[in-house]
DNA sequence: GTCTATAAGGTGATAGAC
DNA sequence: GTCTATCACCTTATAGAC
């Protein structure tokens, strides 16, 4: 518990410009300059900070994908349950919306992204597949896994419906999503 | 209309052994010497019919590209209407499910997909997002423009269930999907 | 018209003083 | 922790030879 109440956090003013930056302008377009100096330092204070370019870009996307896997990892803990479903995919959803910023710079630098990421991103597709199956309730037949996919996909939505936050608030984002996500996991049903 | 009816059609067959393989094995992993041995030619014929491995790749999913533009153009050529609506979303769908054996390619080697298509996928994502746009309905709240995001999320269930057609024939595929996704949107009223 | 040479300015990154 | 100064590198643009 250093630094319990601190004058100033530098290394969070920057992890929030270049989130800004990132996300509006681009990675690749985004200058450590310009980063630098809209949290007022410069480029050198900056590399004391976070050593590269990207590792920068690293501590954004890394804590979203740390989340992710948190969720991920509750999958193992405990079987399946009408209430476990729900409460996960909340979970889920609540990860992906606390992070919807970063996602337009995941989809606009993929690039950047798997040069940063390429090994820790064959785990993460994987686990979300585990995750993806065991939505699909126990014994599936083909048709529910189908719409487990089609409910995970739903909460992309969050990134691609391209609304911020001042448009759309979280908690509206979350409601209208974790319905629709549900409605259609409520179809497995008709399809018995 | 040249060969109108013809005894090989090796351009083909080699274009299907290369999906068949890239989609399965992946593309860096794929040599052309395994495309060239499953069609039965060797590696200097199938370079009669493809200047490179990266031009096989876009014949692959160029095809598929240019599809999905076809649907996106057609939201321009009339205007909203709720039956447009779910036959446009249909339309949609059909492409997705018509190239599923391409997504596989598509999304394990993006790398290589974005070499390949860098310039032409901007233009891409920004017809993709017209048509959300368009589904959204007239006058949209930004509810509906969430819940019509939502709707071509689903469709990406097609790539993302994991299951091949020996599993799920199309027919179902389409069946579950395009109810799923008007279910999605048919949730529109209740923010109203 | 096309090609090489060079200049100008911005980039990520490092060294060392304070 | 922050700064100034500086590095090597790359892109862009212009100049001038052919």
């Given at each position: 518990m250093q630094h319990e109440t601190r004058a100033r956090d530098t290394k969070g003013d920057i992890h929030r410009a270049a989130l800004d930056l990132f996300s509006t302008r681009g990675y690749e377009k985004t200058s450590l300059r310009e980063i630098a100096e809209q949290v007022g330092i410069t480029k050198a204070s900056l590399y004391y900070h976070y050593s590269s370019k990207q590792d920068l870009l690293q501590a954004i996307i890394g804590t979203f994908f740390d989340d992710m896997r948190a969720v991920f990892d509750q999958v193992d803990d405990q079987p399946w349950s009408p209430e476990r479903e729900r409460e996960l995919l909340g979970a889920y959803l609540d990860v992906v919306i606390n992070h919807r910023s970063t996602g337009p710079t995941i989809l606009r630098d993929i690039a950047a992204v798997l040069a940063a990421f390429g090994d820790q991103l064959d785990d993460l597709i994987e686990q979300s597949r585990r995750f993806q199956v065991w939505l699909?309730?126990?014994?599936?037949k083909p048709s529910d896994r189908i719409l487990a996919a089609a409910a995970v996909e739903v909460v992309g939505a969050v990134f691609?419906?391209?609304?911020?936050q001042s448009e759309v608030p979280d908690e509206e984002f979350r409601t209208i999503l974790l319905d629709a996500a549900t409605a259609v996991l409520a179809r497995r049903q008709h399809h018995r």
């Amino acid at each position: 518990m250093q630094h319990e109440t601190r004058a100033r956090d530098t290394k969070g003013d920057i992890h929030r410009a270049a989130l800004d930056l990132f996300s509006t302008r681009g990675y690749e377009k985004t200058s450590l300059r310009e980063i630098a100096e809209q949290v007022g330092i410069t480029k050198a204070s900056l590399y004391y900070h976070y050593s590269s370019k990207q590792d920068l870009l690293q501590a954004i996307i890394g804590t979203f994908f740390d989340d992710m896997r948190a969720v991920f990892d509750q999958v193992d803990d405990q079987p399946w349950s009408p209430e476990r479903e729900r409460e996960l995919l909340g979970a889920y959803l609540d990860v992906v919306i606390n992070h919807r910023s970063t996602g337009p710079t995941i989809l606009r630098d993929i690039a950047a992204v798997l040069a940063a990421f390429g090994d820790q991103l064959d785990d993460l597709i994987e686990q979300s597949r585990r995750f993806q199956v065991w939505l699909a309730g126990p014994d599936p037949k083909p048709s529910d896994r189908i719409l487990a996919a089609a409910a995970v996909e739903v909460v992309g939505a969050v990134f691609s419906a391209g609304l911020d936050q001042s448009e759309v608030p979280d908690e509206e984002f979350r409601t209208i999503l974790l319905d629709a996500a549900t409605a259609v996991l409520a179809r497995r049903q008709h399809h018995r």
